[in-house]
């Protein structure tokens, strides 16, 4: 920063202060303590210069903090803190140089000390009362602070604030060491105890500027410089229903074409990047290709569901002091993977019958299987699988099928309602091996299947069958003689059964009393008859 350097007419100064004071330990004369009083003069005007250029910076301080940005507010508590630390060490010097020059008879009508070759009041007032000692704990403290302020990493700047807050021990010609108040009075008169103290304040003033224009360069060092902006767009969804709102946010993208950034896709610990800055990758990381500014992240979707990628953005330190480090900008976005599919439906056909676990394939378009829920009133509705639902209905009648769908986390869309109709099961038919009763039979394929079942018809869409809960068997022969054989227990016939069925004839018949139970628990009776033929 240019405050960190001397103009020539400071350099002037201080060649002038050093000279007067080597004359003044020979006894000079009382012109050149007139002399150095106007060069006293000179250094007030410096220190007075430094209060006034580091105004506008104060000002452009104010004015980012204004921004409500986080770390313009504490710059700017920093800021005011520093002018506040060094304005009440100035004021103290200022009362004590005019402590100092009252005590010793004040100034005569040219402003000047009447005292101002006493080289006995500087010691006594600064080392013997322990004025000297107080301010120097003092300028130890603020050099202690500023130091809090300052990067060490910007050594010149740091130098510059400890050498100009130094309060280390002074050495005289002769090598001898002694306290730092002791250098600034001890066998020196009044003019040069004085200008000593004038130059501390220059030195405050001058460290006041360094800092604060430190801190302010410090407030933009991380921007990033752009030379490109063009408009882009982003949608929060590319994918809507119809009824909903279509919405996307319009903004202005800036980049710099000269800077090549890095983009490195993998997961991080989020947490430590928060809190430190610091990059520790929990995963492979891939680099993406830049083009003109752009990467193009490209990844195969082979799982259905939500899925989410983030990474970091690094580009090179736009300012010189950072070179070599980074800027770093993380970032993450989700997208939605859907099993292709396609929903095909019946106005006629939609029924579901009870007592029976009816399956159904529920699905919609774009969204994920996790992210659909189903609700019917008359029905009991478990998940089975990926889109697949069981119903199973508790009475007879209407009901409306609900879909519901997760468009974005917390809020449900309702897909649609559709009109499922809930039957009982049909009547059964009854099958002797694989002929229908109530049929002519020959004798050889009745005893050859043994056996009746019950069976819905062919038609009938479900895979449920229902059993066979009792089978009374009679036989009526030529002369009209029925005969009883008992029950056939689930259908199958008993030897006993097998033997009369033997002793048939032509035109005889088989009567069978058959009672059915479904899977809804409804039982059906009937009577069928075999004839012979």
Not at 313 to 330: A, C, D, Q, S
Request: proline fraction near 3%; glycine fraction near 6%; charge should be neutral.
């Amino acid at each position: 920063m240019s405050a960190e350097k001397l103009s020539p007419r400071q350099q002037m100064i201080g060649i002038m202060y050093l000279v007067l004071l080597a004359m003044l330990a020979m006894n000079a004369s009382k012109d050149l303590l007139d002399a150095f009083l106007k060069l006293e003069g000179g250094i007030d005007l410096t220190a007075n210069n430094f209060v006034e250029n580091v105004q506008p910076v104060y000002y452009k301080i104010e004015a980012a903090a204004a921004t409500n940005s986080a770390k313009a507010k504490e710059t700017l508590k920093n800021a005011h803190l520093l002018k506040s630390k060094i304005q009440e060490i100035h004021t103290l010097i200022d009362s004590h140089k005019k402590t100092l020059i009252s005590s010793t008879g004040g100034v005569d009508e040219q402003g000047i000390p009447l005292a101002k070759d006493n080289q006995d009041i500087g010691a006594e007032y600064l080392m013997t009362a322990g004025h000297g000692e107080d301010l120097r704990k003092k300028i130890t403290a603020l050099k202690m602070f500023v130091c809090t302020l300052v990067d060490k990493k910007d050594s010149a700047i740091y130098q510059s604030v400890n050498t100009l807050l130094a309060t280390d021990e002074f050495k005289d010609y002769e090598g001898n060491k002694m306290s730092w108040e002791a250098g600034l009075s001890e066998h020196l008169p009044l003019a040069a105890v004085t200008a000593n103290l004038s130059n501390l304040q220059s030195y405050l003033r001058n460290t006041e500027s360094i800092t604060v224009n430190y801190l302010y360069e410090e407030l933009g060092i991380d921007n990033y410089r752009v030379n490109k902006i063009q408009a882009a767009t982003i949608a929060q969804s590319s994918y809507i229903l119809r009824g909903e709102e279509y919405s996307a946010k319009i903004f202005l993208a800036a980049s710099d074409t000269t800077q090549k950034p890095m983009i490195l896709i993998g997961n991080y610990d989020e947490a430590l990047y928060a809190s430190n800055k610091e990059i520790k990758w929990l995963s492979a990381v891939d680099t993406l290709a830049v083009n003109d500014g752009f990467g193009k992240y490209i990844t195969k979707a082979n799982a259905v569901g939500a899925h989410s990628w983030k990474g970091i953005v690094k580009i090179p330190h736009p300012n010189i002091k950072r070179k070599g480090e980074f800027l770093t900008y993380p970032f993450e976005n989700k997208y939605l993977v859907a099993q292709p599919s396609a929903v095909v439906s019946s106005d006629k056909l939609n029924i579901m019958y009870l007592g029976l676990n009816n399956e159904m394939s529920i699905s919609v378009p774009g969204i994920s299987s996790d992210k659909i829920r189903v609700s019917a009133p008359k029905c009991d509705i478990s998940k089975v699988g990926n889109g697949q639902f069981v119903f199973k209905p508790k009475a007879g009648g209407k009901t409306d099928v609900l879909v519901q769908a997760e468009l974005s986390p917390g809020h449900w869309e309702n897909m649609g309602s559709y009109a499922w109709t809930i039957k009982r099961l049909p009547k059964p038919d009854i099958f002797l091996g694989d002929k229908m009763l109530n049929a002519k039979m020959s004798k050889q394929q009745v005893l050859a299947f043994a056996k009746i079942s019950a069976k819905y018809s062919a038609d009938f869409p479900l895979n449920a069958q229902p059993g066979i809960e009792y089978c009374g068997v009679e036989t009526t022969t030529s002369g009209s003689t029925v005969m009883s054989h008992g029950n056939a227990d689930k259908g199958v016939f008993s030897p006993a059964h097998l033997n009369a069925f033997k002793a048939l004839r032509k035109g005889e018949s088989i009567t069978l009393m058959i009672k059915t139970r479904g899977a809804d628990g409804i039982t059906h009776s009937m009577t069928n008859t075999i004839t012979i033929n």
